[in-house]
């Protein structure tokens, strides 16, 4: 499968504890998207982080991509219950040597921030 | 205020009974997808399109119908629902830049229950 896997799959913290999860892919990216879903809601867009970028901050999150791993991480820092939700990563996959990118989602991390 | 609509946003049919959803997108966005939701296999992708009358096959495109006759609307059809089809579905939208896909903006969802 070309889509991005998280781990772990469930991630329980204290409130104020940070938060790190990870997406690993398989194939080329021209970028890599981070998502976040409250349950049963649409995806809300938190950060994207360009293949020719290492490292890109928003607020409390923070992203890292090494696409010499082909791996990427999301930290959360100082968790709040409210970030309570489920986070998928997704590359933006090079297709075929055309000019778009197919986005893929993995089975996201499921994070519980205890108040 | 930018958005994705998704109309009806619960459904209830009948195996076999034709029904349609819209999406709608005020964005003037190129792209749009639609994916299904499901516990444990995470978000998988229906149908796609790049633009007006460009459409075409996701992950999970068999039992589903679409069409892309105006930028903004997008609808998915479902020819002769079937039980497996029960599911959540999201609508998405997202501007092509030069590298590929970049942020998606989801509606809201539709819960189908398929008896």
């Known amino acids: 499968s070309q889509q991005g896997e998280e781990d772990p799959q469930a991630l329980s913290i204290q409130e104020g504890e940070n938060a790190t999860m990870n997406c690993s892919y398989k194939?080329?990216?021209?970028?890599l998207q981070w998502y976040r879903q409250n349950s049963g809601r649409g995806l809300v867009h938190l950060i994207l982080?360009?293949?020719?970028?290492r490292e890109k901050h928003s607020g409390r999150l923070r992203v890292t991509l090494d696409t010499s791993k082909k791996s990427s991480s999301l930290l959360i820092t100082a968790s709040r219950a409210a970030d309570t939700a489920s986070y998928f990563c997704?590359?933006?996959?090079?297709?075929?040597?055309?000019?778009?990118?197919?986005?893929?989602f993995g089975q996201g991390t499921i994070l519980t921030v205890h108040p | 205020e930018a958005q994705v609509t998704q109309n009806p946003r619960y459904l209830i049919t009948v195996t076999g009974k034709k029904l349609t959803v819209t999406c709608s997108q005020n964005m003037n966005h190129e792209y749009m997808s639609w994916y299904r939701q499901d516990p444990g296999l995470g978000l998988r992708q229906i149908y796609y399109s790049m633009n007006v009358e460009v459409t075409d096959k996701g992950d999970v495109p068999e039992g589903y119908k679409v069409s892309r006759k105006e930028k903004r609307n997008f609808p998915l059809i479902l020819e002769s629902p079937s039980p497996n089809q029960t599911s959540l579905y999201f609508c998405a939208s997202s501007p092509l830049g030069a590298g590929g896909t970049d942020t998606q903006y989801f509606g809201p969802g539709t819960r189908l229950t398929v008896l």
């Open positions: 194939t080329s990216i021209n970028n």
């Open positions: 982080i360009r293949s020719n970028e």
């Open positions: 997704a590359p933006s996959i090079l297709a075929g040597g055309t000019s778009y990118g197919k986005l893929t």
